[in-house]
């Protein structure tokens, strides 16, 4: 399954990346599983993607949860949370 991922703030600057195309083994079908197959890339993407820091995420411009499911085509967003003041 092919879909492209973008990255936003700290988590850009931290994997060097803004976006890409990525093409998914089969059984990476939620946002969970995205974040875990992410966190396998090394030190930096695992500091992000383990689960101990919260990284919002987006399909398609609609915030979703870690639990949303993903299709081929979809856009898929990482960013930290966003706090106003």
């Known amino acids: 399954m092919n879909i492209n991922i973008l990255y936003f703030a700290r988590i850009k600057e931290s994997v060097n990346y803004s976006s890409e195309n990525i093409d998914l083994p ?12 992410l966190a396998l890339r090394g030190e930096n993407w695992a500091n992000l993607f383990n689960g101990k820091q919260v990284i919002r995420a987006a399909i398609n411009h609609a915030l979703v949860d870690d639990m949303a499911k993903i299709k081929a085509g979809d856009e898929v967003a990482f960013f930290p949370p966003v706090t106003g003041g």
Do not use: G, I, P, R
Not at 26 to 36: G, Q, W
């Open 26 to 37: 089969s059984d990476v079908e939620t946002v969970t599983a995205l974040k875990n197959y």
